[in-house]
């Protein structure tokens, strides 16, 4: 009877982390389980592959460094010659017992990867795994002669505030937020942008009652609000009888665009193309919520210098051709915003209630 609890149990946890993903707005097209890999042959055809390029062997490990742990002995085991890709020390795959490491396993899973042909592999583990990093390193160079890519992302852990101070989180005392009372209370495009907004290996405090105020200190109505801004004008300049579609727009004479503000903006949306290709290459997010918090900063600035400066109002009622320039500034700045956003997995706001 046990197996059958076990099984249910398993499933039900799995359907539940599903639906938090999904809820999240995220889609894995695969699950894998570690218990597929035992009883068929595949961990010994990952260890077979690397035994047969001669970096499979039987030896006795050298002591730890540092203090001698009172329950170390020498023994013979079968180890990865891991050091020939640019690991520290060769690593056991075999007990001495004839079973399994942990790492054999985990060197089976990227085999299956490797032999089915992806060329870019990127795991990600938790910030106390990094001691982990270099064994996984040089088992996915050996396995695929090192024309496979791989990274590995180390993550730190979430830290929650709830008016002003840490929630303290609590297994035994049945005191904990899941993800999904994060997607309850804030919804899940605040929850992606901000978690976003860090570089994976840096901590995150997310505070519940930052992310739902409407003010600079919260990235993600910031950003939004600079959208919502621009469609602002679009639906008033076409009140007011001007023509700003993107057919128009786009052949606007932007010569009319002089202020340090304007070709501060200009600027900015420039650095766009680059920022993406960086981003994508160091598999690096974070660095598009930081762009587009910038971004709408620069046009936040301007907007208010023009309630101070008429001529830097994007609406200028009595000259078209001006409006025109100026409103083709502004329709490239939410043409970014949203092509970020959508990167992020968040739809643009088109008004701000």
């Not at 005392?173 to 907004?197: K, S």
């Not at 600079?226 to 727009?249: E, F, M, N, Q, Y």
């Amino acid at each position: 009877w046990l197996a059958d609890i076990r099984a249910f149990a398993t499933q039900a946890m799995m359907q539940l982390i599903k639906d938090d993903l999904a809820a999240l707005g995220v889609t894995m097209d695969s699950f894998f389980s570690e218990k597929s890999l035992y009883g068929n042959g595949k961990i010994e055809a990952a260890i077979e592959s690397l035994r047969a390029k001669g970096l499979i062997y039987e030896g006795v490990l050298e002591p730890p460094k540092g203090k001698t742990p009172e329950d170390w002995e020498p023994r013979q085991q079968t180890l990865f010659k891991s050091t020939e890709h640019g690991d520290d020390v060769d690593r056991p795959v075999m007990k001495s017992d004839g079973s399994w490491t942990y790492f054999a396993p985990d060197i089976a899973y990227h085999y299956d990867k490797v032999t089915r042909g992806y060329d870019q592999l990127i795991d990600v583990f938790g910030a106390d795994h990094g001691g982990y990093v270099k064994r996984m390193k040089a088992a996915v160079s050996a396995l695929s002669d090192a024309q496979t890519g791989f990274d590995v992302k180390l993550t730190q852990l979430v830290k929650l505030y709830k008016d002003g101070a840490p929630f303290k989180m609590s297994k035994r005392a049945g005191t904990f937020v899941t993800l999904r009372d994060v997607i309850d209370q804030v919804g899940a495009e605040v929850a992606r942008f901000v978690m976003l907004t860090r570089k994976n290996d840096a901590p995150l405090d997310f505070d519940f009652d930052k992310v739902l105020e409407q003010s600079r200190e919260n990235p993600v109505f910031y950003v939004q609000y600079a959208h919502a801004r621009v469609c602002s004008v679009l639906r008033r300049a076409t009140a007011a009888g001007i023509a700003v579609d993107d057919a128009t727009l786009l052949c606007a004479d932007l010569s009319e665009l002089e202020h340090p503000s304007e070709l501060s903006v200009a600027r900015k949306i420039a650095e766009w193309p680059r920022l993406v290709e960086v981003a994508a290459k160091g598999n690096e997010p974070h660095r598009v919520a930081f762009y587009l918090y910038e971004l709408a900063s620069d046009l936040h600035s301007l907007w208010n210098k023009g309630n101070e400066v008429e001529a830097l109002r994007f609406l200028q009622e009595d000259n078209p051709a001006a409006s025109q320039s100026k409103i083709a500034l502004a329709r490239a700045v939410a043409v970014v915003i949203s092509a970020g956003l959508g990167i992020l997995g968040v739809n643009p706001a088109e008004e701000m209630r």
